[in-house]
């Protein structure tokens, strides 16, 4: 069974800087493709990046340039590092894993909220 641990969220203010880490177990890393969503009050959750176990990556428009999504192998781990953060980017935010062979996200952390004040 998968298991997704996230940390980093918290409250920062406009323009700064925050790391968001998500431990995977429970399987081999390298076959699952990783991914963060974020969930606003009143919206829907929606994908802000994405990467496969080769490093290609998927990142929304809405943070391109601001957000870079990594990932260590070896340490079962993936990265968000989120720069000039922006008010509309509070909401709170999921790790999530799919299998290779599937289009579909099924394995979620229990979320951390991301806070940035004007």
């Known amino acids: 069974q998968v298991q997704l641990v996230e940390s980093g969220g918290g409250l920062v203010q406009a323009g700064d800087s925050l790391r968001l880490s998500c431990v995977f177990s429970?399987?081999?890393?390298?076959?699952?493709?990783m991914g963060w969503f974020r969930q606003a009050p009143g919206k829907e959750r929606e994908l802000v990046a994405a990467i496969t176990s080769g490093g290609s990556t998927y990142d929304a428009d809405s943070v391109k340039g601001r957000f870079t999504l990594s990932r260590d192998n070896a340490k079962n781990t993936v990265y968000l590092q989120m720069n000039s953060l922006k008010p509309e980017d509070t909401a709170i935010y999921y790790c999530a894993a799919k299998h290779i062979s599937t289009s579909i996200y099924g394995y979620w952390g229990q979320g951390t909220q991301v806070t940035v004040s004007s």
């Open positions: 429970g399987r081999t890393f390298s076959l699952y493709v």
